[in-house]
């Protein structure tokens, strides 16, 4: 699992983080996510402070990127004496200067599920325009990718792409972005499966094509006020993962789009994810945490944590090793065998904020710059 991480792909530094920082953390009114716009002679005394801390940190945006370019410069000419070093030491070149090689494209589509701006602060925002883009980086990095897509693709969103973030998203490569919603995208990726295909890995030639019946879990984990809807036969190839699902994922299947919800709600809202599914007639599944992991306390994965863990087990077939490459043990979390009532949520309906990543456009933009310049040496 390990040969296939780069050092840079997450080559983001504190400092990064404390440059970006923004001040300003709104939170959404009711369901519509209404800012206040009265004028300021009638704000609060705190508005006026978050008011002003805003406008110094936007009048700061050029001192910043000033500092991140210099960092990067510095950090480069580091690495050449490094490789320098181990050079005159006897390194093989070959060896030093081994270029990774390019993911190899699978039958699987993941969708990410923006749609869910009113429900988001400001802050929270910034901090899933930091987990799109690991997600992005993530896919490109790993031995395998998929077929990935973004759904719910507008709002604020995309305006803090092509603002704030530079309009970065347009040189990213393979990869979707749909203004509909994640069925609309998912009819992208099922036409994208069908033209370009990719390679059956292992774990996947393990899994039938066409559907996995799944056995419903003794309790329903959240339900619903009046009866689900009939499944949608037409969307049999859609799995919307959500932790309020009655059944478990047991292994990914060929030509298959699984949905991940984008949301960064600090745990405010429940159920989402899964009502939105099931008023869709999609299947809906979570991850098998609980048959692995024993948890001290109730956590939350981010957006890109289900990501990640979805390549992973691309890769290795195997969704302890997943787990545990992605879920830090400091979590408290420790192996056991089936049967284990502790459960860990999924981005779903919770994503979280702070998810080990700094909410700040440092991150975005070192997580494209190390995923396309990583090893190059000028």
């Given amino acids: 699992m390990g040969d296939v991480e780069s050092p840079e792909a997450h080559a983001v530094t504190s400092q990064d983080a404390q440059d970006e920082q923004p001040a300003q953390n709104s939170r959404p009114t009711g369901q519509t996510g209404t800012q206040n716009t009265e004028p300021a002679a009638t704000m609060s005394k705190n508005a006026r402070k978050r008011l002003r801390r805003t406008k110094a940190w936007e009048d700061g945006r050029e001192d910043r990127k000033q500092r991140r370019r210099e960092r990067r410069v510095a950090t480069k000419a580091r690495r050449r004496q490094e490789r320098a070093e181990l050079l005159a030491q006897g390194a093989d070149p070959a060896v030093l200067f081994a270029k990774r090689p390019p993911a190899q494209l699978v039958p699987v589509s993941l969708i990410l599920d923006c749609d869910f701006e009113e429900y988001m602060t400001d802050k929270e925002r ?82 039938p094509d066409g559907g996995l019946k799944w056995e419903a879990d003794g309790r329903d984990p959240f339900p619903l006020s009046k009866p689900a809807p009939e499944l949608d036969g037409e969307h049999n190839d859609v799995v919307y993962l959500t932790s309020e699902s009655p059944y478990t994922l047991e292994r990914l299947e060929p030509n298959t789009s699984y949905v991940i919800g984008g949301l960064v709600d600090k745990n405010r809202e429940k159920g989402l994810c899964f009502t939105r599914a099931v008023e869709k007639g999609v ?28 390549l992973r087990w691309l ?51 070192a997580e494209l710059s190390a995923t396309d310049q990583t090893l190059k040496v000028k």
């Avoid at 693709?153 to 998203?169: D, P, V």
């Fill in 126 to 207: 910034v901090s899933l325009s930091s987990q799109v883009t690991r997600c992005y980086s993530d896919n490109r990095r790993f031995k395998y990718r998929t077929h990935l897509w973004i759904s719910g693709w507008g709002g604020k969103l995309k305006e803090r792409f092509e603002t704030a973030l530079e309009k970065q998203h347009t040189h990213w490569k393979a990869v979707g972005f749909e203004e509909g919603d994640f069925l609309a995208a998912a009819a992208q990726a099922r036409a994208a499966m069908k033209t370009q295909g990719g390679t059956m890995t292992d774990a996947l030639r393990a899994s």
């Fill in 283 to 310: 299947r809906t599944a979570k991850l098998p945490i609980a048959q692995y992991m024993k948890l001290r306390t109730r956590r939350i994965l981010a957006t890109n944590h289900v990501v990640e863990i979805m």
């Fill in 315 to 365: 890769e290795c077939g195997d969704w302890a090793k997943a787990f545990m490459h992605v879920i830090p043990k400091r979590k408290g979390i420790e192996m056991v065998g089936e049967g284990n009532e502790d459960r860990l949520d999924h981005g779903d309906d919770h994503g979280d904020a702070d998810n080990g990543e700094p909410e700040a456009e440092a991150e975005a933009e």
